[in-house]
């Protein structure tokens, strides 16, 4: 049976602005306001190239709209939105020039700096000047080694006002990471930070510089950034042919007048990696105008962004979702910056930075709220959140206990926005909205210009049944490119093999009669037991209800031509994995999912590898249990997690 959690009250939807669109719409095109999501979404698929065309009048976006609406073409990925239209994406981040607050930065430690719109234009005007001065171009591309602080956003808004190319790894990279992404793209300059700090420990950066010019001769220039609120690390950093510019110094330049200029809508903007758990990481390069418009549309009218709103989302800048929360400048929202370990001291430290800061929409991930469910976190009583209207969750599936937890413990009257999207479009598949009510284990719709669908393996429409997560019709937030990619192999490698024309996204997925949707997991990793396809997400949210367990690593291993369900545990330090537990887990999943999800075998495990963005990687696992070749342990944070997998003699019984 379905749970409803919330549902937005009346007053409020008409005040929305998803509302003030469909009277837009109505004005302009005579569409009939009727407040009903599906039908609004219908017409935004039929009618692609108006819609689009009217997210950029609608928010007022700065630049030359052209007349060319779309440029069509029989091959998916080649469709072209709105192509001679122009635009700046900086200018459009920075709506506003005065002493109002723009950005908020805090450490792990509670070092806190803010920043003015002013102060905003100012930095970035300088660097934008520093960088053309030293002879940077459009099309060049700019590095950055950096944590989630000001001074990166300030960099990111430079390079894209001159029209360079940026990219972005965080300090958690190891040098390896770095050099195997950066040096695909043959950057000119690298940002880089001198430390950072996690849990309490400070670590240097700034010692693996040598190693990374050594191994991508393209950069001529290293710009270092201290550390928000130190004093930057001594370091030898006498390289040939090398030039070394410190922050302070770049900000000292008087001259803080720009024009900028306008680029075409599909210049290219930012160029974004794929995990790389799979081998060398996949450069994806994103273009300007289809990144704005995409989250302008998200944040705007499914998340009612508005003025003076303050946004958080817990990032690094390796992930897209530190892209998503710097576009919310354009919406002339202030953004907080949050950068270390998000349990510092305190299990509930991101929500009461929440409270402290006034939080409108706080951003944070599936896994962050098992945490706090696990540690038995009640904030409910201890914090006011009263200016909080939207919660979002990412980076997994959000289990119906994950949603129990935020409207018990977290706030009673939130808006629970479970998104999923992915690098590959810098943005949302499928995402909240003010239309439709919240209801547990749902993601409520799908994303409005986004022709989202499920299919089977034939290619058929399906509902109420698992299937594959797919796109029918192209939108402007596609890969510009994949870097190096001749013939657009990778590209079409990566979302074209399994239905002709058709993005697949590789999402395991199901459309409830609601129209929500609940994603199982990734489909090359779900578990064919007998031939019978199970989410491992569905394993996952019955594990994690044990006190007992504190998280949980489900794959699927050959055996005997099948497949065999194999569950690890890691469990709480009080606990032992007893014959009596593994029995207890077997008949909850069997009782709450089906016979066919029961593991085979349950082992205990003191860690379980991930991504840097935290994302658990069960191919490596299965790949390690099956004796296979890991590609690439460079993606993981914790490598040697492996090694536990290794030679345990009662997986081959």
Known sequence: MTKT???????????????????????????????????????????????????????????????????FSEIFYKNEFLSD???????????????????TFISENGYKENK????????????????????????????????????TMEAFLASAAIGAIWSSCSPDFGTKGVVERFSQINPKVLFIVDKYFYNGKEINV?????????????????????????????????????????????????????????????????????????????CICHRTGGVLLQHIKELYLHCDINPND?????TTCGWMM???????????????????????????LLVEIANAENITLFGISAKYIDALRKSRITTINKFNLSNLKTICSTGSPLSKDGFNYVYQNIKK????????????????????????????????????????????????????????????????????????DEGDKKYKDAYFTKYENIWHHGDYAEIKDSGGFVIYGRSDTTLNPGGVRLGT?????????????????????????DIRIILFVILDTKYNLTEELIMKIKKQIKKNASPKHVPYKIFPIKDIPKTKNGKIVELAVKQTIEGDQIKNLEALVNPDSLNQFKNIKKLYE
């Open 310 to 314: 303050k946004i958080f989302y817990f």
């Open 116 to 151: 003015t719109w002013s102060d905003l234009n100012v930095d970035v005007i300088k660097i934008s000047k520093l960088l053309r001065e030293i002879g940077i171009k459009k099309n060049d591309r700019i590095a950055a080694y950096l944590p989630n602080c000001i001074e």
């Open 206 to 282: 700034l010692s693996r510089s040598k190693e990374i010019l050594k191994n991508i001769p393209s950069i001529k220039h290293l710009i270092v950034i201290p550390y928000p609120g130190t004093d930057i690390s001594k370091e030898n950093l006498n390289f040939k042919q090398i030039s070394v510019l410190e922050w302070k110094n770049i900000l000292n330049c008087e001259d803080i007048h720009m024009n900028f200029e306008l680029f075409e809508f599909n210049h290219p903007l930012a160029i974004l990696y794929s995990s790389g758990t799979t081998g060398k990481p996949k």
């Open 85 to 103: 239209s122009k635009l700046n994406f900086t200018e459009n981040l920075l709506p506003k020039n005065d002493n109002s607050l723009a950005a």
């Open 322 to 348: 530190w892209n998503w929360l710097v576009s919310s400048l354009a919406l002339k929202a202030s953004i907080v910056l949050f950068d270390g370990f998000p349990m510092y001291k305190k299990d509930d």
């Open 5 to 71: 959690f919330w549902k937005c009250s009346d007053e409020e939807l008409k005040k929305s602005n998803l509302f003030n669109f469909e009277d837009f719409l109505k004005k302009k095109y005579g569409l009939k306001h009727n407040n009903n999501y599906e039908k609004l979404w219908k017409w935004t698929i039929e009618n692609s190239a108006e819609f689009w065309k009217s997210i950029w009048e609608f928010s007022n976006v700065k630049g030359q709209l052209g007349n060319r609406l779309i440029q």
């Open 413 to 484: 009257d939130v808006h629970l926005a479970s998104i999923s999207g992915g690098t590959d479009i810098v943005s949302c598949f499928v995402l909240g909205n003010l239309y439709q009510p919240v209801i547990s284990g749902e993601i409520q719709n799908k994303g409005l210009g986004m022709d989202v669908d499920i299919f089977d393996e034939k290619g058929n429409s399906i509902k109420n049944k698992k299937g594959e997560l797919v796109c029918k019709k192209p939108f402007p937030s596609m890969p510009l490119k994949f870097w190096n």
């Open 537 to 561: 997400a569905e394993i996952y949210s019955e594990v994690e209800k044990f006190d007992e367990i504190i998280e949980s690593l489900v794959v699927g291993q050959s055996w005997d031509n």
